[in-house]
């Protein structure tokens, strides 16, 4: 049984959409902090069991019978999200899984300059030690991310006001669900960290607001705001100091060229081109 965490999240819950269109429900089973919130799943017949990284106790019976487990990385950062990893890890390795897979980043780096990248590697790091093959999906950047940057210009005056940045290849969760899926389900077909799984294109905030201008109707304008300025900006609004400094990670590790990378991977485990920043910004602009 393929077992998948984290379903309940936004990029869990379309892995598991997408990995029921190529493996028969009773195949797949979910691990979740909250079953209530599965119940869609389970009346479709995927086994869903409680399973939370703090409680290696619970996660051997939400990973009983694994083949495979795919552990979708937590919303934390620092030691506290490399802890609840290497349970994970743990757990699915005593359940008896062939493989494990992991959410991962691309640029995922002990020297980034990016918090979250710096957990990834240091949980790929467990990955490599935890005695099983495993398979380290390291995802583009969510395009989500960018849009949530855009959101206080299109309620505001238009002005997007953002550390310097460099080009990123920002990706939609849908087409890093569709992939996840497709490597569940040709187990083996990556082994270790995959290439970066990114978008065709990188773009800078100058381009994306270029674009939002074009898809909105409205003038977006990109300025630069100096790092002290966009963390104070933050914590004004209530953001705890390391949630900003973690924000301001982003715009550090894209001027270092962190995120640059395009690669024809993701398109070809999807068999489509990945979902362009126009389009996601049309289905769905900021704020509706
Ligand atoms: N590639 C990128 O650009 C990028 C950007 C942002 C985040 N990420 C990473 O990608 C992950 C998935 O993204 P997303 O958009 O799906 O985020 P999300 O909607 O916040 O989902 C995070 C999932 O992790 C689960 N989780 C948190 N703590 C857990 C624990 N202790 N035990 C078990 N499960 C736990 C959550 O469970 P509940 O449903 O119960 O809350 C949720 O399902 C994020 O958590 C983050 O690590 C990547």
Not at 107 to 135: I, K, N, Y
Request: charged share 20%.
């Amino acid at each position: 049984m393929i077992i998948v965490t984290g379903a309940t999240g936004q990029l869990g819950r379309q892995i598991v959409e997408r990995l029921l269109t190529r493996v028969p429900a009773d195949q797949v089973g979910v691990s979740v902090r909250d079953p209530r919130k599965a119940q869609g799943f389970a009346d479709r017949g995927v086994r869903v069991r409680q399973g939370s990284f703090t409680d290696a106790a619970g996660l051997a019976d939400a990973f009983e019978g694994a083949t495979q487990v795919l552990i979708v990385s937590v919303d934390k950062l620092g030691e506290q999200a490399v802890q609840q990893h290497r349970t994970a890890i743990g757990a699915a390795v005593a359940a008896g899984a062939r493989r494990v897979l992991y959410t991962s980043h691309m640029g995922a780096d002990p020297s980034s300059h990016f918090q979250a990248c710096r957990d990834h590697a240091a949980t790929e790091d467990a990955l490599r030690a935890c005695g099983v093959p495993f398979t380290s999906l390291r995802n583009g950047f969510h395009a989500a991310s960018a849009v949530q940057f855009l959101g206080p210009a299109l309620a505001g005056g238009g002005e997007v006001a953002l550390p310097a940045d460099g080009p990123v290849s920002w990706t939609a969760h849908a087409d890093l669900a569709d992939a996840a899926a497709a490597v569940l389900a040709d187990e083996g077909r990556f082994d270790g960290p995959t290439p970066p799984l990114t978008a065709a294109e990188a773009l800078t905030f100058d381009d994306i607001a270029k674009i939002a201008t074009q898809v909105t109707g409205r003038t977006i304008t990109r300025t630069t705001a100096t790092d002290d300025r966009f963390r104070r900006q933050l914590t004004d609004r209530g953001v705890p100091a390391e949630a900003a400094d973690h924000l301001l990670g982003i715009f550090a590790a894209a001027r270092a060229g962190e995120f640059s990378t395009v690669d024809p991977t993701l398109a070809s485990l999807i068999g489509r081109p990945p979902t362009t920043l126009d389009t996601m910004l049309a289905e769905q602009p900021p704020g509706h």
